[in-house]
């Protein structure tokens, strides 16, 4: 987690300074619903951006740095998140649940032994037929930069017990590198 709070003393690559484009175009398709918690939320523009729309957010970062300039960014904007530091890998300490949670970029940060344990805290979240959407970095990224790849494989096999995957879509996902952003898979799973 040191490695996390680190990189938000400068501006980490995934810190694009914008919503991501598949998190605008899945609530432009109505996909979104209901109260909404970003798991691993960064510095908070795709929680802010929800949140601008008239979604009530919650946006959780283990990372205090990340968690501080999201907070001063809603401050600026005049945007309501409930920004709070606090683990993806213990969801159930928020004592709350959410009908949507949006993961962009923090799946595919966590081991082969945390991926069960994420899925449990993430169910915990959730309400019955909510939705979790996952932008991850896919396997078809050829670059050597970034974390480990996540193949449609591993996904179906995170949420094979509990979860309905509505689908796994080829996707991008931008970072200040250049223009053309990462290839990724967009994940809809929804919670039995
Ligand atoms: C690649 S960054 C993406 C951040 C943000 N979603 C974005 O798109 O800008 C992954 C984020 O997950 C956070 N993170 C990693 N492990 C975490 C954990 N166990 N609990 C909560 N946040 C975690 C990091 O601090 C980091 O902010």
């Not at 968690?67 to 004592?95: P, W």
């Not at 970034?146 to 494989?153: D, E, K, N, Y």
């Amino acid at each position: 987690m040191n490695f996390f709070n680190s990189a938000y003393e400068g501006t980490p690559p995934w810190d694009i300074g914008r919503p991501q484009k598949e998190f605008i175009q899945l609530a432009e398709n109505g996909e979104i619903s209901g109260r909404v918690l970003d798991a691993g939320c960064g510095t908070g523009e795709n929680a802010l951006y929800l949140a601008h729309l008239g979604f009530e957010v919650w946006g959780i970062d283990a990372a205090p740095s990340a968690i501080k300039k999201a907070k001063e960014k809603a401050k600026e904007r005049g945007i309501t998140v409930n920004f709070l530091v606090s683990g993806a890998l213990k969801l159930q300490l928020l004592q709350n649940k959410f009908d949507t949670v949006i993961d962009c970029g923090l799946f595919h940060v966590f081991s082969d032994e945390e991926r069960p344990i994420f899925a449990a805290s993430l169910s915990s979240a959730l309400h019955p037929g909510g939705k979790y959407f996952m932008l991850c970095f896919s396997e078809h990224e050829p670059r050597s930069y970034g974390p480990r790849r996540v193949t449609q494989a591993k996904i179906w096999a995170a949420f094979s017990k509990g979860w309905k995957i509505n689908y796994i879509r080829e996707a991008v996902l931008e970072t200040t590198f250049g223009s053309e952003g990462v290839k990724a898979w967009l994940s809809s799973i929804s919670r039995l």
